[in-house]
């Protein structure tokens, strides 16, 4: 993935204490990444920097919303982002492999944080994504639903396969 210039904090030269950066993300922004499942977005992000000699921690902060597909009824709806974490980076010349540190080399003078974004958008969204219920009624499209319903309604009428009734009676010879 090539850098996103707008996204390229240069950290050196820059007086130790916090640094704050907002950024407003928007659909393009996810163009730049392959396979995302998020329609549309409206997102503000707030990344704190605290500077502290070659240690640098992120904090990152995601409020908006994000338009994603439900997972019952597959049409769209605008899921709400709430969403904090924090990252740590280092600059070294020892290359370690700690998951919750990314290690610069220590003649680089500047980090691309959009990777970091797009993984907290993901992140920030639940694997499973449904209309949320307002007041006890599901938000899903009920033509769907009523589909959904007679389709389940139809395989409990079915006789069960006989082999699973030998299957069933073995089992029961096993155990006792």
Known sequence: MKKISE?????????EGEHTFNYV????FLEKFDNSEIKDIVLNVEVKMIKNNRLYEFRFHLKGSAQVECDRCLDEFNMPVDYQSRLFVKTEDIENAEDDIVYLKSDESEIDISQFIYENIIFSLPQKRVHPDIKGKSQCNPEILKKLNSLSANKSN??????????????NNLIK
């Open 7 to 15: 996204f390229i904090i240069p950290f050196i030269g820059m007086k």
């Open 25 to 28: 993300i928007r659909k393009s």
């Open 158 to 171: 079915k006789t069960p396969d006989p082999r699973w009734n030998e299957f069933k009676k073995m089992l």
